[in-house]
């Protein structure tokens, strides 16, 4: 059911999988052992014919619902400013995860990784760390800017070009109720049915959905932040435009018909409200015309 | 007008003073013999305290239920056979789903007032069983279980288990994501059942999990039998409540002998029917403004679907709290499996909770060899030991309802949810050895203090010429003495003009002999 909102709540929520990740790619690295390892399998096999793949790896999901595009190369040389500035201390100079010197823990490398996940991670605000020893990155305002954030995907992405790129996703065909199907079958088991994320096994948390923009949903289908699996080739770009656009309609703004919606908190909330307002106020009332003696 | 009767004799009073109420109570009379009966009703005396009206919101929301559910079930279908939805929402626009979840959803938004209906019996049913449970805790701190009530207290028992069973028999109806679940652990516990589990699971299913005729059958049981059987044992109920008389609190002119209060005409009635309304109202408001069990936005139960976070309604969480935290232990042994994970917290724990409930007037006497025959209630504080002992079985089963949202605490206070699951075993653990002694020590000395819970009235101190002081409580205030009216007996026939009893200025308040 539903779950907590307020972004702060969530903000924790990402909790250890923060570095994990991203720490794969770091298991050749010295320094601790991540505790958490995201897969970067892709989750399912392909049902869709709209999906191309190039020597095994995926290139395409069907570029009419969703447009996938590489960051301006000419962001470039601003990119790799930035990157020093803010991302070499952990990631290290060429991105490839072995920090500065004097640094310790385990740290993922970008290299390959997509602008998509770039993008997602700065944009989303959990990069950079607010202290990279730490476990935590939960989303909070984002640092850089959109423009600087694109630059350092273009840079790192300099390095070794790959997929998937930025998403455009074009919602106007979007298909809620296909959206709705998907959303119950791949998403709810950790972010609920009502899209309000909630705390998973191990101080991992799968976070909210309630105020997160369409594009970074696509990337976070298209490139499985922390425990979440990558959703790459069981879902097509139009699957994927159905998910984003229930997710930013009907989640994001529910219309709750029914009056207030208690929070989405579920029983939980109804129960309260049941018990405090229902019961008690009218037992107060109870109070007030009996005889107290 | 003048007296207009067919046989043109004329009644000896004519319509009288009340007119034509008067005049339809002597033909009522007249045919029925009724007056003498209803004169000792309307007679009957009900001792007036706030929280005795705590029973009546549990009937009043009775009353909600009843009504409210008949609508519900003309338009709801309960049937498992499934056909795609095209109705008023979209999101679920072309889905495959029970006839149930189509009809629940239609009724919802395409039913004038349905969603209200909806959600007024929804709220109802919170409230319910959850003054049920206040009016349980009034009783049982009070001690009006005792002698000669245990009859009442059994059939209260029973009441709230039947309560419990019909709330989730209710929300299991609608067959939406997060009630098939729930449906789902209900199987899961009664195959945990100890050698029978299979047999029973698949008697009540009618097969394996989920079947076709689960829906269909919950429904009679939710709105033919469960129902039924609580409206006979509510009868029961209220009629040995008017047969024994209520019980009331010591007081000013209060003794064993006596019943102290209002009539139940017109003071009483007037009362509770006022109290009607005003949970009708409440519930009402509810129903209107605060949304429940938004079932469009969970999709139709499909097995191959799961949504994270699911809890069942508040009154069923300390299962839910029970089954979540309890270690996965399990027998396996001679050919059979025991899952004493499902089979300890979902079966023995109720069991004893509620054998506990039925048999606790019975033990009380045990201990206290008490055989009287009792109509005054205790203050909580004067028996501390039992004050202890319920408060310690509420403790336990506050930290069970906790427990139930441990994904909800860990995500709200942003711990890893182990934690929270250890946590929650030790505190539901140790809750009740806490509670008990705190309670204990509490009631103990409030029972101590003179005059606790009454308004404090100021001590004259004097001093004399040889110098000693004196103090003097002053008189208690005029609103805390009990007035009353002088027993009256109870007359056995209507003088339609009436004794010329002059009208005293009171609260109506009277004391007859039991």
């Given at each position: ?11 924790g929520?990402?909790?250890l ?37 190039h ?10 619902a ?5 960051p ?6 601003l ?52 202290d ?7 989303r ?6 959109h423009?600087q954030?694109?630059?350092i995907?273009?840079?790192i992405?300099?390095?070794?070009p790959s ?6 996703v ?12 998907l ?14 994320g ?6 991992t ?13 696509a990337?976070?289908?298209?490139t ?8 790459t ?9 159905d ?11 529910p ?12 029983p ?7 018990l ?11 109070f ?6 | ?17 009340y007119?034509?109420?008067s ?8 045919r ?12 009957k ?10 029973g ?8 909600v ?24 929402y ?7 789903m ?27 049913a ?31 028992v ?25 449906i ?34 919950f ?11 609580m ?12 047969r024994?008389?209520?019980?009331q ?21 007037a ?18 403004f ?6 469009w ?22 299962l ?52 009287a025959i009792?109509?005054?209630?205790d ?8 004050t202890?002992?319920g ?8 930290m069970?309802?906790?427990a139930?949202s ?7 206070f ?9 946590a ?30 009454k ?33 009256a ?23 007859v002999?039991?």
């Amino acid at each position: 059911m539903g779950r907590v909102r307020a972004s702060w709540r969530v903000a924790g929520a990402v909790g250890l999988l923060a570095v994990a990740p991203l720490a794969l790619a770091a298991r050749a690295g010295a320094g601790p052992r991540p505790i958490y390892q995201t897969t970067r399998h892709d989750a399912g096999t392909p049902n869709s014919d709209v999906v191309v793949r190039h020597h095994g790896v995926v290139t395409s999901y069907g570029d009419s619902a969703i447009t996938y595009s590489a960051p301006p190369a000419t962001l470039k040389a601003l990119g790799y400013a930035l990157y020093l500035e803010n991302c070499a201390t952990c990631h290290g100079t060429q991105a490839n995860g072995v920090p500065v010197a004097g640094t310790t823990g385990a740290y993922p490398n970008l290299v390959g990784l997509g602008p998509a996940t770039i993008d997602f991670w700065i944009e989303s605000g959990r990069m950079p760390a607010t202290d990279p020893r730490s476990v935590e990155a939960p989303r909070r305002p984002p640092r850089l800017t959109h423009h600087q954030a694109l630059a350092i995907a273009a840079w790192i992405n300099s390095l070794d070009p790959s997929y998937p790129g930025i998403p455009t996703v074009h919602l106007r065909g979007g298909n809620v109720a296909t959206g709705m199907a998907l959303f119950a079958l791949n998403c709810a088991a950790c972010h609920t049915i009502e899209g309000d994320g909630d705390a998973l096994a191990r101080s991992t948390f799968a976070p909210s959905l309630r105020h997160i923009p369409a594009t970074q949903v696509a990337e976070a289908i298209r490139t499985g932040p922390g425990n979440m699996p990558r959703f790459t080739g069981n879902l097509s770009d139009y699957q994927v435009r159905d998910i984003v656009k229930y997710v930013t309609t009907e989640i994001q703004h529910p219309r709750n018909p029914g009056g207030f919606g208690l929070g989405g908190l579920g029983p939980v909330g109804e129960g309260f409200v049941a018990l405090l307002v229902g019961v008690a106020g009218l037992a107060l009332i109870a109070f007030w015309v009996g005889e107290r003696q | 007008m003048s007296d207009v009767s067919p046989s043109g004799a004329a009644r000896p009073h004519g319509r009288g003073r009340y007119g034509r109420v008067s005049q339809a109570v002597t033909e009522l009379d007249e045919r029925l013999g009724v007056a003498r009966g209803a004169r000792t009703f309307l007679d009957k005396i009900f001792p007036d305290h706030w929280s005795f009206m705590l029973g009546e919101i549990v009937l009043y929301s009775f009353v909600v239920l009843l009504a409210t559910g008949v609508f519900l079930s003309l338009y709801y279908v309960p049937s498992s056979t499934v056909v795609t939805y095209h109705g008023s929402y979209l999101p679920l626009d072309g889905m495959p789903m029970s006839q149930a979840y189509a009809s629940t959803v239609d009724l919802s938004f395409a039913v004038r007032a349905g969603l209200l209906m909806r959600q007024m019996h929804h709220w109802a049913a919170d409230i319910f069983i959850g003054s049920m449970v206040v009016h349980m805790a009034r009783v049982f701190f009070t001690g009006a279980f005792r002698k000669p009530r245990e009859l009442n207290w059994t059939i209260g028992v029973t009441l709230l288990t039947l309560a419990i069973v019909n709330g989730f028999l209710g929300y299991s109806l609608p067959d939406d994501l997060v009630s098939g679940t729930g449906i789902r652990i209900a199987y899961s516990i009664l195959l945990s059942v100890p050698l029978v589990g299979t047999y029973l699971a698949f008697w009540v299913f009618g097969g394996n999990f989920p079947g076709t005729v689960v829906l269909e059958r919950f429904f009679i049981l939710h709105v033919l039998v469960v129902p039924l059987v609580m409206l006979g044992l509510v009868g029961a109920h209220l009629a040995l409540l008017v047969r024994q008389k209520h019980t009331q609190f010591p007081g000013e002119g209060r003794t064993e002998e006596n019943v102290v209060g209002t009539p139940m005409f017109p003071v009483f009635m007037a009362k509770t029917t006022g109290f009607l309304l005003v949970v009708t109202g409440v519930i009402a408001l509810l129903g209107g403004f605060a949304q429940i069990n938004p079932i469009w936005q969970f999709g139709p139960y499909e097995a191959s679907r799961i949504s994270y976070a699911v809890q069942p309604d508040w009154y069923m969480a300390f299962l839910d709290g029970a089954l979540r935290i309890f270690p996965s232990w399990s027998f396996h042994s001679f050919g059979h499996t025991i899952p004493l994970e499902v089979t300890i917290p979902a079966v023995v724990l109720p069991g004893l909770l509620f054998g506990l409930a039925y048999a606790w007037p019975a033990l009380e006497r045990r201990v206290t060899h008490d055989d009287a025959i009792h109509h005054l209630l205790d203050r909580p504080s004067a028996r501390p030991r039992r004050t202890a002992a319920g408060v310690a079985v509420l403790a336990l089963l506050a930290m069970l309802f906790v427990a139930s949202s441990t994904d909800v605490i860990a995500n709200f206070f942003h711990l890893s949810l182990n934690t929270v699951l250890w946590a929650m075993r030790v505190l539901v653990l140790i809750s009740p050895f806490v509670a008990y002694p705190i309670a204990y020590a509490i009631a103990r000395e409030m029972h101590a203090l003179h005059g606790a819970g009454k308004r404090k009235t100021p001590n004259v101190v004097t001093r004399s010429a040889e110098g000693t002081y004196e103090a003097t409580p002053a008189p208690a205030f005029v609103d805390d003495v009990a007035e009353e009216l002088a027993p009256a007996p109870v007359p056995t026939f209507i003088e339609e003009e009436g004794p010329a009893v002059a009208p005293r200025p009171s609260r109506g308040t009277r004391a007859v002999d039991r």
